[in-house]
Nanobody, 116 residues
Framework: QVQLVESGGGLVQAGGSLRLSCAASGSIFSINAMGWYRQGPGKERELVAGITSGGSTKYSDSVKGRFTISRDNAKSTVYLQMNSLKPEDTAVYYC??????????WGQGTQVTVSS
């Protein structure tokens, strides 16, 4: 089994910053990609940012230029630096891991609330 433990969520004012972390442990074999998704109130879960084992990144249009995803392969940890936060960024943020066989794992989620 793979465990993903997220941390770093919280309450912040608009314009502020937060950094999310996700540490993977357990039966980790050949991680293909890790990423962050979010689900706002009454909304579907959406991809926020992803990063491959080779370091290629992708972002949703709504966070480009404000969020940065990075990873520490040695620690099997992925980070999401979130700057210039907006109230519409309020959501539960979930860490995702995909291995080379396409199996996906999810964290328990961490709440991010941005007040106006």
């Amino acid at each position: 089994q793979v465990q993903l433990v997220e941390s770093g969520g919280g309450l912040v004012q608009a314009g502020g910053s937060l950094r999310l972390s996700c540490a993977a442990s357990g039966s980790i074999f050949s991680i293909n990609a890790m990423g962050w998704y979010r689900q706002g109130p009454g909304k579907e879960r959406e991809l926020v940012a992803g990063i491959t084992s080779g370091g290629s990144t992708k972002y949703s249009d709504s966070v480009k230029g404000r969020f940065t995803i990075s990873r520490d392969n040695a620690k099997s940890t992925v980070y999401l630096q979130m700057n210039s936060l907006k109230p519409e960024d309020t959501a539960v943020y979930y860490c995702n891991l995909e291995n080379r066989w396409g199996t996906e794992y999810w964290g328990q989620g961490t709440q991010v609330t941005v007040s106006s």
